[in-house]
């Protein structure tokens, strides 16, 4: 029974581990993977006949993620034994009794990031690397270099040194990055060490000098020109080099003191600008640490005290609706006061209505909630021995409480959506998608510059973009912009104008249509107002459309605010009609499915995505056996691994451009 549990926990643990360290995409909290860990070590440790080296207790951490070189650490980077309770910390104490007389610990936050080596030499950054396996890890240095907190030059000089920090995103950024990925219809992340981690991980360094990544450096690796005695000395001399070090560390003589400063940290949680998940408990002396040494996967004169959530007993007052921006409607609980990890809650997110059936929560509950990741409010569950027969239902309105247009359910679909295109709660995310290069490609109006216009109110809804004319000199007027910029922004207004068809369908942003379907579309029908009056058999006559897909076109044309829009449009000279109706297109690519990876030498994605669409095949994100082609170019990671392990044949961007007839063969 025991070994049928520990080959369980072995698949179990390795499939968590590659979510988390590989793809950045892990679906259990740490607790709950720290448990199943746990677990593993305390059956094995009964049954020392069944270890394996494969098995997740005999290794540090997880497999270095492709699409970066190799860094072989000189010295590892282990990981700490974790412990849960104070009898455990006594424990500890007791192993570290049994090998050193005189001691002394030292006890630190513990940052919950992504920990990285930075390699000086002379003074001067010369690489940082991710932790990796804890023996070989990724060049990331390109990335480090854009955090701010990360100094290029050091203040004192030694020969070389090599330190250890934890990047780390702040509460505040991750909350706005996770509203900014929202808009733009991209991944949402799990909590800030999520976050933080996919930054460090992207090949270009400008995504993570976007995203305002911090460290706490924490452990010197190793140093040729410089000596300490103790590691509280090394952290004093990493502050006068200019790291930012790990913050408010205690020194304590023995293990009753180790455990008040623990809690003292702990009463600290969720009060600071970035995340902690526990303390780091240590001995201080670099010379007594030699003495105790390591295992292969954790040093014996440290511990990681990890702190459970803390949970809380409220009501539930009311469950209001939130539009979000890409128009779903998400129900918030709104709470009785109550403090939970250092801050006051009053609201916390409901997901959707298949998660409050699922926990079968209602108005006037009694509930226990937590901070997930110590950031985001949420219901755990409902205490139903409290209800009095007074509770209500919640109900998912039946019109857009913002506008006042329908909302739709899809089928199979966990999500309710408003089906206004002039909803005011997804103006910003409508407009900034309709003014991309996918859609409209109206140059120069960007995020950062929409935001501005919608709070100044220039703009309100899509429609406004074309009356901006009207209001030149007062755009001249604001700040940042002046009469040349604006000039330039309303000359790519103009120009958009006469985009084909299928741009403009593209930048409606109807459901289920993207840019191959706004082109099937505008092939199959000669003007919006034709395909305003087509009904579903007609739509559903072009080639990949289905009643769902015809359902919501017909849908949104039917929206008195989609006619508010299209007469807003035709008003100001917008085309609307297929510049290219009943041309054939190649159909090189007829029934082919393309995955693009890599970075093309002269295509971006976009204009390969383009053309093969043009040519009659469709694009699809991910490697499967129904894939026909994977174009790849330089820097291809996972997904070209993948076809060749499937047989796909694999295509570079000249044997595309001749496969698609653009270059003699």
């Known amino acids: 029974m025991d070994e049928k549990r520990i080959i369980e926990l072995r698949d179990l643990i390795n499939h968590h ?16 993977y720290d448990m199943l860990l746990r677990e593993l070590e305390q059956l094995e440790e009964k049954h020392p006949e069944l270890i394996t080296e494969d098995s997740p207790t005999q290794r540090v951490g997880g497999e270095p993620a492709k699409g970066f070189s190799k860094v072989e650490h000189q010295v590892p980077m282990l990981s700490l034994q974790d412990v849960f309770s104070f009898d455990e910390l006594r424990m500890f104490d007791e192993r570290i009794r049994k090998n050193l007389e005189d001691y002394e610990y030292i006890v630190e936050q513990k940052i919950d990031g992504l920990s990285v080596s930075l390699e000086y030499e002379n003074g001067i950054f010369k690489r940082g690397s991710t932790r990796g396996d804890g023996r070989i890890g990724e060049d990331i240095t390109l990335n480090l270099r854009t955090i701010r907190s990360i100094p290029l030059r050091l203040n004192d000089s030694p020969d070389y040194i090599e330190v250890r920090g934890e990047v780390y995103l702040p509460a505040k950024d991750f909350l706005a990055l996770n509203e900014k990925q929202e808009v733009l219809g991209e991944k949402i992340f799990a909590n800030p060490r999520n976050a933080a981690a996919g930054s460090l991980r992207q090949l270009d360094p400008k995504v993570a000098a976007g995203r305002n990544l911090s460290i706490f450096v924490f452990n010197v690796q190793q140093a040729k020109g410089v000596e300490f005695r103790t590691h509280s000395e090394s952290l ?14 205690r020194i304590c003589s023995n293990i009753e003191d180790v455990i008040n400063a623990v809690m003292d940290i702990g009463e600290l949680r969720g009060r600071h600008s970035y995340e902690i998940d526990g303390a780091v408990i240590k001995i201080n002396d670099l010379s007594q640490r030699k003495t105790m040494g390591a295992t292969s996967k954790n040093p014996r004169w440290a511990v990681a005290y990890k702190y459970p959530a803390e949970k809380k007993e409220t009501v539930i007052e009311d469950i209001n609706v939130q539009i979000g921006r890409t128009g779903v409607l998400t129900p918030n609980a709104e709470l009785k006061p109550v403090r939970v990890s250092g801050s006051t809650v009053s609201r916390a997110t409901l997901h959707n209505l298949d998660y409050i059936h699922s926990k079968d929560i209602k108005i006037g509950d009694h509930v226990i909630i937590q901070k997930a990741g110590d950031i985001i409010p949420e219901v755990l569950e409902v205490i139903t021995e409290k209800r009095t027969g ?5 109900v998912m309105p039946e019109k857009c409480p913002a506008c006042g247009s329908p909302v739709e359910r899809e089928e199979n679909m966990a999500a309710y959506r408003c089906t206004g295109i002039e909803c005011p709660a997804q103006n910003f995310r409508r407009i900034v998608h309709f003014c991309s290069k996918p859609a409209m490609n109206i140059e120069g109006l960007g995020p950062s510059i929409i935001d501005m216009l919608i709070e100044k109110d220039f703009v309100s809804t899509i429609g406004d973009i074309y009356y901006l004319e009207e209001r030149h000199e007062e755009m001249a007027a604001l700040e940042g912009m002046g009469e040349r910029s604006v000039e330039k922004l309303l000359e790519a207004i103009r120009k958009s104008k006469e985009n084909d068809m299928d741009r403009l369908l593209t930048g409606f942003g109807i459901r289920h249509v993207g840019t191959r379907a706004a082109r099937l579309l505008s092939d199959s029908f000669e003007s919006i107002d034709e395909l305003s009056r087509a009904d579903a058999d007609e739509i559903t006559a072009i080639n990949e459309f289905g009643e769902i897909m015809a359902k919501s076109i017909i849908t949104f044309f039917e929206n008195p605010q989609t006619t508010h829009l299209i007469g807003r449009l035709r008003n100001a000279g917008v085309n609307l009609k297929s510049l290219e109706f009943g041309v054939k297109r190649s159909g090189a690519l007829d029934g082919k499915t393309v995955v693009i990876t890599g970075t093309l030498p002269n295509l971006t994605r976009s204009e390969a995505s383009k053309l093969i669409e043009e040519n009659g095949g469709k694009t699809s994100s991910s490697v499967s056996r129904n894939t026909d082609y994977v174009l790849a170019g330089s820097e291809a990671g996972s997904k070209l691994i993948k076809a060749q392990q499937l047989g796909i044949e694999i295509i570079d961007e000249e044997q595309f451009m001749k496969l698609i007839g653009e270059k003699d063969a």
Not at 21 to 31: H, K, T, W, Y
Not at 236 to 249: M, Q, R, T
């Open 390 to 394: 007074n509770e209500r239902d919640f």
């Open 17 to 32: 581990n590659y979510l988390y360290n590989v793809l950045d995409e892990p679906e259990i909290s740490d607790r709950e």
């Open 236 to 249: 004093e001399y990493l502050a006068k080099a200019g790291f930012k070090v790990s913050p408010d560390y």
